[in-house]
């Protein structure tokens, strides 16, 4: 299937044009709003304190005076970021791991899918909550890499079943017999021909990690103040979600509009990846029936 088609596919799938926009929309507010509302997420108007959305404040202030739409354009960028990067870092991770473990096989095998294994045991969002708090020096970014270690394991178990069924292959087995070193092989041959599947996965990952990223900092454990993220937004807000609703709303609200979002592109790359998978899933949704 040429990219051509791939990308026809991919703009006809239901809820593609408007996943994608309200993403591109979001990414706008988050990198572009802060520098056009005239107030910064830090700055106080002491004139001003839980006002409701005006002209001088276009989505209100909190209780002590600060913009809510600058609040929210910088919390949301920063729970972007570290989705993006927590999504690159973990797909990265589970594509080496996943690859290597397929298909050199043997002793390789078995170390890195204990390693998998021992991770998936372990209660990731309370070992993060422990860890977190201590990895204060390290920002935000010392948080990403936490999110990037427990979040890898299942990629990893779906690439290693891909890469056995690929080692198999005439054209990696030509490779090997033509002297292509395995790492090579791995990254010309492998990596490649389960581009889609990571592709499809990355994106996912992204809303997953955003959401495990709020999660944490509505409980304290992720991004630290002076710092904010929507989960801290959403977690300092809450109480007033009914008496000063644009201060809870707002960030509650973008925060569902991206994970339903990212879920509709998602969807739609894998139809215009796989083709097989609308098939399956209108199989599986009749079979429930």
Not at 4 to 13: M, P
Not at 39 to 64: C, F, K, M, Q, V
Not at 209 to 219: C, G, H, I, N, R
Not at 228 to 252: D, E, K, Q, R, V
Request: proline content about 4%; hydrophobic content about 55%; aromatic content about 12%.
């Amino acid at each position: 299937m040429t990219a051509a088609v791939r990308t026809r596919r991919f703009l006809r799938g239901p809820g593609v044009l408007a996943g994608g926009t309200v993403l591109v929309l979001l990414f706008l507010l988050a990198f572009v709003g802060p520098h056009v509302c005239g107030w910064t997420y830090s700055e106080i108007d002491y004139t001003a304190l839980r006002s409701g959305p005006s002209a001088e404040h276009w989505w209100g202030t909190n209780r002590i005076g600060q913009d809510v739409f600058a609040q929210t354009a910088r919390g949301l960028q920063k729970s972007l970021v570290i989705g993006l990067l927590v999504a690159f870092f973990a797909t990265g991770v589970a594509a080496l791991v996943g690859a290597c473990a397929g298909y050199f096989g043997g002793w390789a095998d078995r170390i890195l899918m204990f390693l998998v294994d021992l991770l998936l045991v372990f209660p990731a969002f309370l070992i993060i909550a422990i860890v977190s708090p201590r990895l204060k020096s390290g920002g935000w970014l010392a948080f990403v890499g936490l999110l990037a270690v427990f979040g890898w394991m299942i990629t990893a178990r779906v690439v290693r079943s891909m890469t056995l069924s690929l080692k198999e292959r005439e054209f990696v087995r030509a490779a090997v017999y033509m002297g292509v070193g395995p790492f090579r092989v791995i990254w010309r041959h492998v990596l490649p021909n389960i581009a889609s599947f990571l592709i499809i996965d990355a994106t996912i990952a992204v809303g997953g990690a955003v959401m495990s990223e709020t999660a944490l900092s509505y409980f304290g454990f992720g991004v630290q103040p002076p710092d904010i993220s929507l989960g801290t937004l959403i977690a300092n807000n809450t109480a007033a979600a009914l008496s000063y609703p644009w201060m809870f709303f707002f960030a509650a609200g973008l925060l569902v509009l991206f994970v339903l979002a990212v879920n509709l592109v998602g969807d739609g790359l894998r139809d215009a990846l796989d083709p097989t998978a609308r098939t399956k899933r209108a199989k599986r949704r009749k079979d429930h029936r």
